[in-house]
């Protein structure tokens, strides 16, 4: 018995630079789609995430996922002549009035390193599962080639850049800056296929509006208690040497996976990147004076809310 599968890695004869229409014709006729981007097993999470990684004010070039995918519509799971019952029992109904039933497969993984991978290198994932194509090969490598453009025109939320003090701070003192935002889930039909995208903040870069910046990086910065306002320089603080107003911006890049028909998470290669509206930061300086009563004792005392202006 012949095994049907599509295998996903990276073809030999597809060069980076090739446009998006070349790119998923060669992956038609090679049967594989190109899903490099670097990961990173997050103990907390339980599962690989992409990963831009990286120090100073560029993420680093990442590897690829090192593991290999196919569909495997003939849902062997047990053994090259053994049948998943769950396929049987597996209803795939048209998603349209027009359209085709879908075709139940199981979702198998194998390590790029093997170049041909033999039937006890695949190792069963996810599934069984619905595939909605009459040849599954050609339009997962139509979505993987149009995933991108799909991805940068999600609805995701870049949450906001918050300050420490706000909206008033003080020339000299660190002012705290942090990021709110955090990963989220979409579902959408793309080619007729059910597909769930997952965006995850992977670096900030902050504006400050004086001429300078920090970023990109991986630190989203946090909320520390009032009393620790400007005198606990964070990694995401930054000091005024001026007053003035200043318009402090948050961009932050987001990177994403793409899981089809309840398929294993694939990378996308490439990120969306969102910029906050701008908050108005209010510098002011500081005066000293020597005074002979608290505000307390006297509220018209100088530097008091009740004392005249000058």
């Given at each position: 018995?012949?095994?049907?599968?599509?295998?996903?890695?990276?073809?030999?004869?597809?060069?980076?630079?090739?446009?998006?229409?070349?790119?998923?014709?060669?992956?038609?006729?090679?049967?594989?789609?190109?899903?490099?981007?670097?990961?990173?097993?997050?103990?907390?999470?339980?599962?690989?995430?992409?990963?831009?990684?990286?120090?100073?004010?560029?993420?680093?070039?990442?590897?690829?996922?090192?593991?290999?995918?196919?569909?495997?519509?003939?849902?062997?799971?047990?053994?090259?002549?053994?049948?998943?019952?769950?396929?049987?029992?597996?209803d795939?109904?048209?998603?349209?009035?027009?359209?085709?039933?879908?075709?139940?497969?199981?979702?198998?993984?194998?390590?790029?390193?093997?170049?041909?991978?033999?039937?006890?290198?695949?190792?069963?994932?996810?599934?069984?599962?619905?595939?909605?194509?009459?040849?599954?090969e050609?339009?997962?490598?139509?979505?993987?080639?149009?995933?991108?453009?799909?991805?940068?025109?999600?609805?995701?939320?870049?949450?906001?850049?918050?300050?420490?003090?706000?909206?008033?701070?003080?020339?000299?003192?660190?002012?705290?800056?942090?990021?709110?935002?955090?990963?989220?889930?979409?579902?959408?039909?793309?080619?007729?296929?059910?597909?769930?995208l997952?965006?995850?903040?992977?670096?900030?870069?902050?504006?400050?509006?004086?001429?300078?910046?920090?970023?990109?990086t991986?630190?989203?910065?946090?909320?520390?208690?009032?009393t620790?306002?400007?005198?606990?320089?964070?990694?995401?603080?930054?000091?005024?040497?001026?007053?003035?107003?200043y318009?402090?911006?948050?961009?932050?890049?987001?990177?994403?996976?793409?899981?089809?028909?309840?398929?294993?998470?694939?990378?996308?290669?490439?990120?969306?990147?969102?910029?906050?509206?701008?908050?108005?930061?209010?510098?002011?300086?500081?005066?000293?004076?020597?005074?002979?009563?608290?505000?307390?004792?006297?509220?018209?005392?100088?530097?008091?809310?009740?004392?005249?202006?000058?």
């Open positions: 018995m012949a095994l049907a599968c599509l295998v996903i890695g990276m073809p030999a004869n597809v060069s980076p630079m090739e446009s998006p229409s070349d790119w998923a014709g060669a992956n038609r006729s090679t049967g594989t789609i190109d899903v490099g981007s670097g990961w990173k097993f997050d103990a907390t999470k339980g599962k690989s995430l992409p990963n831009l990684g990286g120090s100073g004010t560029a993420p680093a070039t990442a590897s690829e996922d090192p593991n290999q995918y196919m569909a495997d519509t003939h849902c062997r799971a047990d053994g090259p002549d053994t049948k998943d019952p769950g396929c049987d029992a597996l795939c109904p048209a998603t349209t009035p027009a359209g085709e039933v879908g075709t139940p497969v199981i979702w198998k993984e194998a390590p790029k390193a093997i170049t041909n991978p033999g039937w006890t290198d695949w190792i069963p994932v996810s599934g069984p599962t619905c595939l909605y194509a009459a040849e599954p050609n339009v997962l490598a139509d979505i993987a080639a149009r995933i991108l453009t799909d991805f940068r025109q999600l609805p995701v939320n870049p949450g906001s850049l918050e300050a420490q003090p706000f909206p008033h701070t003080l020339k000299g003192g660190p002012t705290n800056f942090y990021a709110t935002t955090g990963e989220q889930g979409f579902d959408v039909t793309i080619l007729g296929q059910a597909v769930h997952t965006a995850t903040p992977a670096n900030y870069t902050y504006t400050f509006g004086d001429g300078t910046a920090l970023g990109p991986p630190a989203a910065g946090y909320s520390i208690p009032e620790e306002w400007l005198n606990n320089e964070t990694r995401t603080s930054h000091t005024y040497t001026d007053t003035g107003n318009q402090a911006t948050l961009t932050t890049s987001f990177t994403g996976t793409y899981s089809v028909n309840n398929g294993p998470p694939l990378p996308i290669n490439g990120t969306l990147d969102i910029t906050t509206p701008a908050k108005t930061i209010h510098v002011w300086k500081t005066e000293k004076a020597l005074v002979a009563d608290t505000c307390q004792e006297n509220p018209n005392s100088w530097g008091c809310p009740g004392a005249e202006s000058r």
